[in-house]
């Protein structure tokens, strides 16, 4: 665990010092967006146009941010355009790496051992955090963008004439509704339950515990009366909320102490989980042992055995009748 700074590695773990305790999250740094025809999108550069075969996503099936851009990969049927790499889940003295185990994907593009390898590739004097999920240009040989979240724009809509699948998670239309959900489930859910665990303070990890349940209150109020979190449709407010929740009980529960309730109690939110479990191809980015490797392994001062619990038994696969609400 550790960052770059001024393009050297040095191993070191999040300062809460500073922060009374609390787990400040970095702005991610390459923020250029894919489009049709190259053309700058809403921040960093233009120059990337949506071409098959061009890009690369290095993930780790661990991450909850990772998660979501493999998931649209998926979804919008990109396979054939964007070829991806899966990290190593341990998290050690070197970050993310490629060392061979089970469901890794070594690095075909770069030949990279380290993830803060294509960082100083993108960038030699880059400093700050080393993180997945990583969209990066074999042409221009750089960094598109790290950051989850409009990785997931992207691939929603800039390959659309070039053949992707069917389907608009960001409609016009829901715009408002998806953006007012996305900024409570980010900051209470998606980052509430790291902010719970990373916590050095007593003050700090109840705060965020409280406002993590509060959240996921309003949420299942909502998934009670709504199919999905914008409404009757599908959109990636839900997605970006499914990739917490699924790592809710095996992980977040115990791991990192958010443990008021399970999601197996909230019928909403549970069902709303196996519903979009089950959606065609998003099953097959589940890795249920990096998810519980990668956080129980890597984080030691958390857990300074790295033994990986063997429970709980969940079956995400199971009948959700959610067409009925
Ligand atoms: N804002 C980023 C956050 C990504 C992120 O924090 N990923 C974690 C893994 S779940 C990571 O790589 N952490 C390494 C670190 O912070 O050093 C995004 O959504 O893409």
């Not at 993108?122 to 080393?130: E, H, L, M, N």
């Not at 990583?134 to 750089?142: M, S």
């Amino acid at each position: 665990m550790g960052l770059l700074i001024d393009g050297q590695w040095t191993d070191q773990w999040y300062d809460t010092k500073s922060t009374g305790g609390r787990f400040v999250r970095s702005e991610a740094q390459f923020r250029n967006w894919i489009t049709p025809d190259g053309s700058a999108g809403p921040s960093g550069e233009g120059g990337f146009a949506a071409e098959p075969g061009r890009y690369h996503l290095y993930v780790s099936l661990a991450c909850p941010w990772a998660h979501r851009t493999l998931i649209f990969r998926a979804i919008k049927q990109l396979d054939s355009f964007i070829s991806v790499s899966v990290v190593n889940p341990l998290m050690a003295h070197h970050g993310w790496t490629f060392e061979p185990d089970e469901g890794v994907v070594a690095d075909h593009v770069n030949h990279a051992s380290y993830v803060h390898q294509l960082y100083t590739l993108a960038q030699p004097g880059y400093t700050g955090r080393v993180t997945v999920p990583v969209l990066w240009d074999k042409q221009r040989r750089t960094i598109v963008n790290n950051e989850s979240s409009e990785i997931i724009r992207m691939l929603n809509s800039a390959f659309d004439g070039a053949g992707a699948a069917a389907g608009d998670y960001y409609p016009t239309g829901l715009r408002e509704q998806i953006d007012e959900v996305n900024a409570d489930v980010y900051a209470n859910i998606n980052n509430g339950v790291y902010r719970a665990g990373f916590a050095t303070s007593q003050e700090a990890y109840e705060q965020a515990v409280q406002e993590l349940f509060q959240a996921l209150g309003r949420m299942e109020r909502r998934l009670l009366k709504q199919r999905y979190l914008a409404g009757a449709v599908l959109t990636e407010a839900d997605w970006r909320l499914f990739t917490t929740l699924l790592r809710f009980d095996p992980v977040y529960y115990g791991h990192f102490k958010c443990n008021l309730k399970r999601l197996v109690d909230f019928p909403g939110l549970w069902g709303f989980t196996r519903e979009l479990y089950q959606y065609p191809g998003v099953a097959a980015t589940v890795n249920m042992d990096h998810i519980k490797g990668h956080y129980y392994r890597s984080h030691t001062q958390i857990n300074p055995t790295g033994i990986v619990p063997a429970g709980p038994v969940i079956d995400f696969s199971a009948q959700h009748q959610r067409e009925l609400v």
